[in-house]
């Protein structure tokens, strides 16, 4: 069964810093596109990062570039998202989730075009 789960979130001061990992089971990692979404109350999904399934190439939304570093280990099955400098605006849950057929490898940042799904971590940045 192909599954996703994510872990490190919790609560931070702003300024502080947390990662979040993404542990793939029951498929092999190497040849999927991940991507890291958050959902905060009221508002809608919005893509945070991906990397592709190489992690030749990654992107970044605006408001995260500079903060959030996005990396992979195919070996350990494992994604990673480094925040750092988090704002309360970071709040949110994140969710992870695999691309099994990326366009030529590449990742996107559209919610639709992820097949899977983590159930999600709790980020909370507050004083």
């Known amino acids: 069964q192909l599954q996703l789960v994510e872990s490190g979130g919790g609560l931070v001061q702003p300024g502080g810093s947390l990662r979040l990992s993404c542990a793939a089971s029951?498929?092999?990692?190497?040849?999927?596109?991940i991507g890291w979404f958050r959902q905060a109350p009221g508002k809608e999904r919005e893509g945070v990062s991906c990397?592709?399934?190489?992690?030749?190439?990654?992107n970044y939304a605006d408001s995260v570039k500079g903060r959030f570093t996005i990396s992979r280990d195919n070996a350990k099955k494992t994604v990673y998202l480094q925040m750092n400098s988090l704002k309360p605006e970071d709040t949110a849950v994140y969710y992870c989730a695999a691309d099994l057929a990326p366009f030529q490898g590449m990742c996107e940042m559209r919610g639709s075009q992820y097949d899977y799904w983590g159930q999600g971590t709790q980020v909370t940045v507050s004083s």
């Open positions: 990397i592709s399934s190489r992690g030749s190439s990654t």
């Open positions: 029951g498929f092999t990692l190497d040849y999927y596109a």
